[in-house]
């Protein structure tokens, strides 16, 4: 996952909204959104079929969990695959705080994350380049492969139209799919300064990215409402953007 903005507990329906890009090579094989089969029959995401891990997803608990790369090009890019943090915790019954603390020994093992996982109670942010960890506070937060809430343009837009949203009680998800679409280029001046070629750093400024090779995979939206019930939905896409389909699963009242 590249990109992600969520609102926590600030709606007066859902108490998570999430919204989010993979944006990975095409070539590498995935699963769209779906239950996996046993021991994690709990789980409910698309999956990454060279690691087996996934990027964004939710259990039948109501918890939802969301992992970035930091990009930067001096740090490690070996170690477990980051996608084993999220079948991690869906699969795992201890709430968000007690996976989190677990994991943070062992977080420096992995290739630079950043990883929010949320259950009824707390969203926990935990990072690995560098160390950190904190509670989100209920509000609008973004996250890029940069710092939680670092004010890159295209975090900012999305962040800007989840706000939006909420502000207006939204019940249609068109303007959280419009943003999820955005293709905005912004200005050089406006670009992070993360290491990498300027030209690399443009084709990677839109929200939506569009490429032959790499681009934008897969948009999702997670929204659960304060019982626990709720849904999510995933948008596909191919080679420059190319539509390939779409699912929307429930997700039910723990025990329904």
């Known amino acids: ?88 915790y869906l699969a795992d019954p201890r709430n968000a705080s007690h996976y989190a603390n677990a994991l943070a020994a062992r977080a420096p093992a992995f290739a630079p994350f950043n990883l929010l996982v949320a259950d009824a109670d707390t969203c926990c942010y935990l990072g690995n380049h560098p160390p950190a960890a904190r509670i989100l506070t209920p509000g609008i937060h973004s996250m890029s492969n940069g710092a939680p809430d670092t004010p890159w343009p295209k975090t ?26 955005d293709e905005h280029q912004p200005a050089d001046a406006e670009l992070p300064a993360t290491g990498m070629p300027l030209e690399l750093e443009r084709r990677l400024a839109p929200a939506f990215i569009r490429g032959q090779d790499y ?22 896409f191919g080679p420059h953007g190319r539509f390939t389909g779409e699912t929307r699963l429930e997700i039910p009242l723990a025990g329904e």
């Open 1 to 88: 996952m590249c990109l992600v903005a969520l609102a926590w507990k600030c709606h007066p329906r859902w108490r998570l909204l999430m919204a989010g890009n993979r944006d990975e090579f095409h070539a590498r094989p995935a699963a769209p959104l779906q239950h996996w089969p046993e021991p994690q029959a709990d789980v409910i995401a698309g999956r990454d079929l060279r690691s087996g891990g996934s990027w964004m997803g939710v259990n039948l608990h109501g918890h939802a969990a969301v992992v970035t790369n930091v990009r930067t090009p001096s740090a490690q890019a070996d170690g477990p695959s980051r996608g084993e943090l999220i079948a991690g």
């Open 156 to 181: 900012r837009r999305l962040a800007n139209a989840v706000e939006g949203w909420v502000a207006s009680s939204g019940t249609t998800l068109d303007p959280i799919w419009s943003a999820l679409g």
């Open 215 to 236: 681009g934008t995979r897969a948009s999702t939206v997670i929204a659960i409402d304060y019982d626990g019930r709720g849904f999510i939905h995933e948008r596909r």
